[in-house]
């Protein structure tokens, strides 16, 4: 008996493999627990629940990780939880947890996010903020949050997936694996990049987001003149634009690609109306913004392109496309004649 106790002691907790989950195409899953209340007033339980109900909003609208269902991960809510065993009974392959402390005035919000299969540390945060609108620093919090996080897990993921063995790489893996070439913005970068997101789609043929990205290297093959017929790029960005559209309408890069075909070919108006659709389609993502942001401020729109490019910085502060929102955003001051403004920018 004693013997058949260790064992069941040692063995994982039931649930699902984080790395196979049905219907999320081996995308990893992301589970947040409710915040706890550290300011030793049960009074102020609704404002750590209302954190992470709108980080899982937030989060949901994340093309790329799907987030678990409130009613799943809230059953943990006043548990000591080992975040191992929530992500396996969960199926997600990262946790993000935190904490509220609500004094007078004062707010002090922690959050973490944690690797759930490893039990490491991925990125972890603290934000202090004056209490004057609770709903506006509702959603500045859980913006910030989500906007850190995001880069975060992508690079946990790449990491994760450089460690694996080819032949075991699935659709996701090489899509990731893909996505590290593609945003090194090089000629050959985006030539094994190609070939990644093509493997990708082999292995899942409805993978929408990978079709998005294919559709981005014939734009930048356009755009950059690494392609030896630009004519034919375009042609090829157009086909998989609306490929990645067929298989998912909200595909924001779908929209953003078909918008950048359409500038090539000098349909302006056309242009602005499809990056309008990819915001449209995802309002959480800071490309259609940064996109839109940056076409803007060529066509004589400055104003709007700020508030664009604003939004696109403060949705993704650390992003790799920073150097491109920076441009568009000195360009914009250089067109509204603020030319010292212009040059802080682009220095």
């Known amino acids: 008996v004693a013997s058949t106790e260790a064992q069941a002691a040692e063995a994982p907790a039931p649930g699902l493999d984080p790395l196979t989950v049905p219907g999320f195409e081996s995308r990893p899953a992301i589970a947040v627990l409710p915040f ?3 300011s030793g007033d049960p009074d102020q339980e609704y404002f750590a629940d209302g954190i992470a109900e709108d980080l899982i909003t937030r989060l949901s609208a994340w093309r790329d990780f799907p987030v678990i269902a409130r009613n799943s991960s809230f059953t943990y809510k006043g548990r000591a939880v080992d975040v191992k065993q929530v992500g396996r009974e969960l199926g997600a392959r990262y946790v993000l947890e935190g904490s509220v402390r609500k004094g007078e005035d004062r707010v002090r919000i922690s959050a973490q996010l944690i690797d759930a299969t490893t039990g490491a540390h991925v990125w972890a945060e603290t934000y202090d903020r004056e209490l004057e609108d609770i709903f506006r620093l509702l959603d500045e919090i859980t913006e910030a949050i989500s906007g850190s ?7 946990s993921e790449e990491h ?24 090194k913005v090089t000629k050959e970068d985006h030539q094994k990049a190609l070939l990644f997101f093509k493997k990708a789609t082999e292995l899942e043929p409805t993978f929408g987001l990978a079709f998005g990205f294919i559709a981005l290297v014939h734009v930048a ?5 690494w392609s030896d017929s630009r004519e034919e790029s375009i042609q090829e960005a157009i086909r998989l634009a609306r490929k990645t559209l067929e298989l998912d309408r909200r595909e924001s890069l779908g929209h953003v690609a078909l918008a950048h075909t359409l500038a090539f070919t000098g349909q302006q108006q056309q242009a602005i109306a499809a990056f309008e659709r990819a915001v449209e389609a995802d309002p959480t993502q800071p490309y259609p913004y940064g996109h839109l942001g940056f076409f803007l401020s060529h066509t004589g729109r400055p104003d709007e392109a700020i508030a664009h490019l604003k939004r696109a910085m403060s949705l993704s502060p650390k992003d790799v496309a920073m150097f491109l929102w920076l441009t568009g955003m000195g360009l914009a001051h250089f067109a509204k004649g603020e030319y010292e403004e212009a040059a802080s920018w682009l220095e």
């Open 221 to 225: 093959a356009a755009g950059l003149g």
């Open 149 to 155: 996080s995001y880069p975060e897990v992508v690079r």
């Open 36 to 38: 706890d209340n550290l």
């Open 160 to 183: 994760r997936t450089v460690r694996k063995e080819p032949q075991s790489l699935d659709a996701w893996d090489w899509f990731i694996q893909g996505r590290w070439h593609f945003e």
